[in-house]
């Protein structure tokens, strides 16, 4: 059981079972699946402020939240050490493999490129422009867009909100410019 | 897709997750209970484990989707907006309610303009595609042992401040 549930998940697997947080929150508490406005009740709750935007009872509107977040944490903790794969190596497609060679990508073992995505990585221009400027821009842009992929491309496109429909297409936007113009200028 | 919600009204710029209604705040009351806690808690670690599993949080994947290269990542979306698309259909048809018998209302998104749709959205988008990881996987990657992801956190959290601050001044 152990050994199965630490291979890596099948999309057909993984996707039905995200998708079935969607009403278990409705049912627990009336909550909306999301994620992104955890970084809102963290400013709330640790940058003193008068902006209007995050003055609010943070811990009425924001517990339940926050503690989910705490829980994705955990679970991330979860699947890296008791769930852990064998092979270090996330199977992308042999295409994509040699795309991100060719932008000088050499180490494709863990979820995400060490060299980039570590506090060395972190001290070259690359690493920080990914990590720092990216942070930023998801902060800023789930907040402007009112929600994440979470909150748009799976709550709302599940209740048929064309607004979400919309911020899912902006997303792609966003996601294609970077990976094809800005990643190539700053690799 | 009679049912598109394509709101108009001018008050745009009303916040869909400040303005709260009664049933709402009603909800977040009993939400706070520690029973719901824990159940948000055990929701949310479920939720972590799955993304580090599926390796919905790993950069190649994200860089895959993008690229177009795999289904993975369309498979996982689309199976989730098709198994909870149901499942709302399910509890709206059913009228369902909570376990504390509150009814259940998702409050449609304000069209507005539509700017902060478009806008915020393709802002969005560049983050994930330079990150790649969304606010989800950023906290998974966390526990998982990506530490440096506490800075992409706190660079989030810099970026929604810096979203409170503008906003007045921003098209929505």
New interface residues.
């Given amino acids: 059981m152990l050994e199965w ?1 630490s291979q ?26 999301g ?6 009740h ?2 709330a709750a ?2 003193p ?1 008068r ?1 209007d ?2 003055r ?1 009872d943070w ?3 924001g ?3 926050l ?14 050490t008791l ?1 852990a ?1 064998s092979d270090p190596y ?1 199977q ?2 042999e ?2 493999r040699a ?2 060679a060719a932008l000088g990508i050499t180490d ?1 073992r ?4 060490s060299e ?4 060395k ?2 001290m070259t221009l690359p690493g920080l ?22 909150g ?13 429909l ?14 094809y113009l ?2 190539p200028l700053i690799l | 897709m009679a049912e598109l919600i394509r709101d108009t009204r001018p008050e745009a710029c009303i916040d869909i997750e400040q303005v709260a209604p009664d049933y709402e705040a009603q909800a977040q009351e009993t939400g706070n209970r520690p029973g719901s806690l824990l159940a948000y808690l055990l929701l949310g670690i479920f939720f972590g484990i799955v993304l580090i599993k599926s390796e919905v949080a790993s950069w190649f994947r994200i860089q895959e989707m993008f690229r177009f290269q795999s289904f993975h990542m369309y498979g996982v979306i689309g199976s989730a907006v098709v198994v909870a698309g149901l499942s709302v259909q399910l509890i709206k048809r059913l009228r369902l309610k909570t376990i504390h018998g509150e009814p259940i209302e998702i409050q449609p998104k304000i069209w507005g303009k539509g700017v902060r749709y478009w806008l915020g959205g393709i802002l969005f988008g560049l983050g994930w595609g330079l990150l790649g990881a969304c606010p989800g996987p950023m906290f998974a990657l966390l526990g998982s042992g990506v530490t440096v992801m506490v800075v992409a956190i706190a660079s989030a959290m810099l970026g929604t401040w810096a979203y409170a601050v503008l906003r007045p001044r921003l098209p929505h």
Wanted: one cysteine or more.
């Fill in positions: 549930l890596p998940w099948p999309w057909y697997v993984a996707g039905p079972l995200i998708g079935l947080i969607v009403p278990l929150l409705l049912l627990i508490g009336g909550k909306s699946f994620v992104s406005a955890n970084l809102r963290l400013c640790v940058l402020t902006v935007f995050l609010y811990k009425r509107q517990l339940w939240n503690t989910f977040a705490l829980g994705i944490l955990l679970g991330g903790f979860i699947a890296a769930l794969s996330v992308i497609s295409a994509t795309d991100l494709f863990g979820l995400v490129p980039l995505f570590s506090w990585g972190l422009v990914m990590v720092v400027l990216g942070g930023f821009l998801v902060g800023f842009g789930a907040r402007y867009a009112g929600g994440c992929t979470s748009h491309a799976i709550t709302g496109l599940a209740a048929l909100q064309f607004p979400s919309v911020a899912t297409i902006g997303f792609f936007i966003g996601g294609l410019i970077a990976t800005i990643l």
